[in-house]
């Protein structure tokens, strides 16, 4: 055990390539009396069987876990002469393992407060402010001399004494709100000749928000450039949220460490048990190219801040294993280093196992899909979580099994756009005339959209549009704005792809918010006119079906539109009647306009996503069936009957492998195409073909 850190020798510099080794990660983020009593033992042997290669652990900031030489670094009450910190990194390190130090500078206690109330974060009067849930500590103001220079401190002595590969910061930009500190003040003042806005959205506030921007990108680059002089390949990764490159800009996110670390640890609410994988697509649409990691707690997670306990095991392995299908790799966190309940243990086990039995194969490939959902990153929805729209084409295009990607509007381009047949827009309203120009060249040359309700309607401000701005794409032209509906149902017309598997019916409901649309293509569906929901002996039809409600146009050059003149996937979302979720699914399978490459086709709720390389392709398939798949809390996970997996291969010599399963299996071929049947799965199972030489 450590007890003078300045003894140790520092490690050897570490691997530049270990952001990527680093696959499997066990965080264990301690609490202030965990010194006096924690199981080092424990923690290593779980390391052990999780088959975990990377670890974060606590060190310092607001309490430091090693024996600190800094003044006002307050020390854990209970350190004595222990170091748990350097403990459980020379644990790790004889596991072969990376090493990650937490610092968390969002708060100090009192005494310090007290000789520099120059740290504090302060509200409109000067006043320092108090931490909200523990009285006696106080926030402080990320622009003063407390994160510059006495975190950076920190940064440099955990770093020399202990030799970490990385530092990973929590609650780094301190006070989230608007702190009119000293430093705060002059700082905003001296750059922008403004004082600091009186509230959010008050004068002053785009100058503000500029000024926040850069000087929090200066911050990172001066831990980052701290923890890189001592150890050139060691890096700072600050903490960035659940959505992590969504709300970050690129000028900000490119000098960070070459990975993202999504602080998104398990579902909230009602949540559907995909989040997870949504996470890592969301991700991967802003940076293709830089891996992630999803942080996930044994605990709930909740409004209520239940740290100390532990969430369902299977609801746990779940939010593992579709996160690493979708490229959002593991790691788990533990809130204090006791373990009272045990019941999280082999939950985490078994799902890092998963991934370490995949891996070998999953590592060398690239997530592909034919199909992407636009995502709305800065524009798109008018109104803060307004994301039912998005919410609702997802869950169909899950339930229909079709894999997908996001795509940034941030990064909209041809070049971008090019490895998809298909873009879906669930609600895009807000597009500048740029993304419309992209989007338009996209169809121009061949690509298919799938649009609903306002989309375009609005331009890159916010602004409303008289008329659609992909309005010549979509083949339609506005006729009266959006108007709420109680009793909306919509009639199947003429015979037309989009009406597969309404047999039996010749309406289904519509929309609660619709458009009036005038239109050049094919119109398989139209409204019904308004007619009363009460008293019940008034309802009933008085008119014909009249107004466009699926617009269906080809392109010359083979590229295929569908457009939904009212809130389809809000609608669906919110009441999950199966006929909107078809509908959906049949505007993607038309447009695609192909068969898909690779199609699943059995009972469950299954999560898909193709993982390919240059000689084969993997389709993981996870298992979300469960008795309350739609209300987030999973019990258990019933197991798949058999699935039946279609891949288009070359020509070539092919084996096959369920690689969970752990079985070679032989796949029927015909027409192009492979065919493999999954007898039974459990929560994930991964299909390896690969071919070989001509």
Known sequence: ?????????????????????????????????????????????????????????????YVAYY???????????????????????????????SVMARVDPHAIHADAAEAHPEWLARDRDGNPIEHWAYPGIWLTC???????????????????????????????????????????RKSFRDESGLELPAAEYAEGWPEYVAWRHRRLGELVGIWDQAVRDLRPHARFVPNLGALAARDLARDLAEPLAPLFIIDKQGRHGIEAPWAAGRNGKRNRGVFPDRPVRLITSVGPEHQYR?????????????????????????????????????????????????????????????????????????????????????????HALVEARVPFEFVSDQLLSAERLSPFKLVVLANAEQLSDDQCAVLREYVAHGGSLVASYQSSLYDGQGQARADFGLGDVLGVRLSEPSRAVKNNYIALMDEHPLNAGFEGTTRIIGGTNILGVEVTGVVPWRFIPDFPDLPMEEVYPREAPDRPAVICTENANGGRTVYFPFNLGAIFWEALQSDHGRLIANAVGWALGKAPEVSVEGAGLVDVAVHRGDTGVAVALVNLTNPMAMRGPIRETLPLPPQRVSIAVPDRPLKARLLVAGVDVEPMVANGRAEIVIPTAGLLEVVHVEWGDA
């Open 1 to 61: 055990m450590h007890t003078e850190p300045e003894q140790q020798a520092p490690a050897a510099d570490s691997d530049p390539d270990w952001p990527l080794a680093a696959t499997r990660w066990a965080q264990i983020t301690l609490a202030e009396d965990d010194p006096a009593h924690f199981d080092a033992d424990f923690w290593l042997q779980l390391m052990r069987d999780s088959k975990s290669n990377a670890t974060c652990i606590s060190a310092g900031g």
């Open 67 to 97: 024996p600190t030489r800094l003044e006002y670094h307050h020390r854990s009450k209970y350190l004595g002469d222990t170091d748990p910190f350097g403990t459980l990194v020379e644990g790790a390190r004889s596991l072969g393992m």
């Open 142 to 184: 990320a622009f003063t001399a407390y994160h510059r220079e006495f975190i950076t401190d920190v940064i440099r002595e955990i770093v020399r004494d202990y030799g970490v590969d990385a530092v990973f910061a929590n609650r780094w930009e301190g006070y989230y709100g608007i702190s009119y500190s000293e430093a705060a």
């Open 306 to 394: 239940w740290k100390d306990s532990v969430a369902p095991g299977e609801e746990v392995k779940t939010w593992i294993v579709d996160g690493f299908a979708h490229g959002a790799l593991p790691w788990f966190t533990k809130f204090n280093a006791s373990v009272p309940d045990h019941r999280w243990v082999q939950p985490i086990v078994d799902a890092f196992n998963l991934h370490a039995t995949v891996e070998p194969v999953l590592r060398d490939l690239r997530i592909t899909a034919e199909v992407a959902l636009l995502d709305p990153t800065r524009t798109g929805q008018l109104h803060a979580g307004d994301h039912d729209h998005e919410d609702g084409f997802y």
